[in-house]
């Protein structure tokens, strides 16, 4: 049978219910109480009610076995004619697997041993039109899964778990900078200068003020003025938007932490960092990841090493000549697509792809970044071309950033206008001059170490998902197909 065949089927259902049983298919409410997880462990005596997802029938003339899931778990039902009477029971027959039903009834235990309800009364919640997908109990489909993730979360109880430990990750991540001194704050999605990131913005257009407005590729220089305002610690956990290729570890829609603290350096970043991270793992039950056959011991040492010494160890002694002509160089000798036309800070970022990352399995962080990578990071002191940065990889992959924040605002200004230079000839994703962050600083802002972990990657990394798709609930997918008329 079809879906659309059982679609109207079920619409017949409907109408019988509606009109041969006077029943409203799709009640405002049933009372709930008990879940079926708690039934299960406790197997109370007297009555109970409990409600869920219809997943499972079997008829045996004047008697059926079913299962319902709630968000809970599963528990078996047992409804005989006999203890809900005639009528009930040819309501029942009108249900289907897809069904939400509420119940009253006693828990026992079957002969096999299995923990089960004797239903007394039931009541329809929601008739459900359109089937489960065949073999609902283990949906495989990767397009269907994410285009129709209510499908997917009906069908595969491990996709409910991550995005439950999802939640948890944030929540620790939340009650460790809470219990920490720090001040959850909200800054701009939308903002008239693009800026905090290397990244081409999504553009949108407010109609009463009749501007052009970005959405956010950062919190960073926000949070930062506020800095500036006489806050000392806080931190921004939220949306951000990037109008950039989709990939499994890209999204053009994602979720970041950004954290700062007065009088802080990288140093104290790189320590609150990795405590967040072991915080996070500890809240999920994890401390060994597996990837790629290799075991991660997320609690075990984390290195440290320079970006320069990163790369000798990956055969290439990069020194400290950052010119263009020198990258450009590199780009050509390690094949790097359009290196006479990207700008140098991309040849950087791909040669590091190519060489460092593959290696930096454990847990570490890449310290000290040429300055022209990093406009707004302070400089080491004696070394005004290397900024006080780092970044943290772990499984291959870049989890965390962070900065001595630039608070000099002559030097912030001149950063600025390079980067104005680097937009002229090309770059796009080159940062925006803001003159009016330029303005905050001159009224003075601390030193501050300022961090930035994506969250998203750091869900990836601890459920040990493949793709963003994976920990995100409705992904930006291409449009769906449809057929010609």
Known sequence: MSEEDIFFQRLEKVSQLQNSFNINPYPNKFTVTITVEKALKEIP????????????????????????????????LY????NVGEEKYRIFALCDIGDFIGVTGTVFKTKTEEITIRVTDFKILSKSLRPLPEKWHGLKDIETRYRQRYLDLISNDNVVDVF??????????????????????????????????????????HNALDIDLYMRIAPELYLKRLIVGGFERIYELGRTFRNEGISIKHNPEFTILEVYRAYADYTDMM????????????????????????????????????LEQSFKDAGLDMGSDYSEQHLRDLGKKFNIENYAGIPVRKIFDRIFDLLVQPKLTQPIFITDYPKFMSPLAKSKEGNPDIVERFELFIANQEIANAYSELNDPVDQKSRFEQQSKEREKGDDEAETFDADFVRALEHGMPPTGGLGIGIDRLVILLTQQESIKDVILFPLLKPEKTAEK
């Open 45 to 76: 005596q007297g009555d109970v009610s409990l409600a869920g997802r219809l997943v499972g029938i079997r008829k045996m003339g004047k008697a059926a076995f079913l299962n319902i899931k709630d968000a809970s778990g599963k528990i078996q």
């Open 164 to 205: 439950k430990k999802r939640a948890r990750i944030i929540s620790s991540i939340r009650s460790y900078l809470d219990n920490s001194g720090f001040t959850e704050v909200e800054t701009p999605m939308m903002q008239p200068i693009p800026g905090g990131a290397a990244a081409k913005p999504f553009i949108t257009h």
């Open 79 to 82: 409804v005989k004619q006999d």
């Open 271 to 306: 320590e609150m960092c990795r405590e967040i991270v072991q915080a996070a793992a500890k809240a999920i039950d994890v401390s060994k990841i597996v990837i790629g056959g290799r075991e991660i011991d997320l609690f075990s040492e984390w290195k440290q090493i320079s």
